[in-house]
């Protein structure tokens, strides 16, 4: 795999999840969790990324949607970590206000390498497409963690509980492309202590 490439397998009693992320891609995606709305959540973190990934996973779906959406979370946090290597070179910071319609969200992301997570969407109902969009925060929660990655998703207008979320996805996949982007006069880590943790 090249630097800004990683494979990531994560398998347990609950679930088996394996990714392929290319951060410099076209924005191919292949998903499949079982879990349709995440599936497109996912897809259109790729596509608008410009990153081209592979996601499978199979989960306890009979249990439960919890187990499967956090372990696609921290696999994929990983898979992004790995992908980033040293960062030297990154641009780090990135942030974008995403219109979907009537709902309005900012998404804000640092490649510093301390993981922190702050979210405050507000969804009108509880279940888009037989997803619960209670575990929609802990899969970014846990796709911050494994991603050592600070990452902020703010409401700034409500509305339709699907465009919400569906804003939310957009946004992220903007600001990995942007802030995950070289700058061939950057020498070293974007950062003044000359370290990211």
Known sequence: MSPRASRQVRKS????????????????????????????????????????????????????????VEDVGLTLGRAVDSALGSREGIARYASITIPMDECLVNVAIDLGGRPYFAYDLKPATRTVGGFDTTLYPHFLESLAQTGRLTLHVTQVRGGNAHHLLEASAKGLGRVIRAAASTDPRRRGVPSSKGRLD
Request: proline share 2%.
């Open 13 to 68: 009693k609950e679930t088996n999840v394996q990714v392929s992320l290319r951060l410099d891609g076209k924005g191919k995606a292949d998903i499949g969790t079982g879990l349709p709305f995440l599936d497109h959540m996912l897809e259109l973190v790729a596509v608008h990324g410009l990153l081209d990934l592979t996601l499978k996973a199979k989960g306890d779906l009979d249990v439960d949607q919890h187990h499967t």
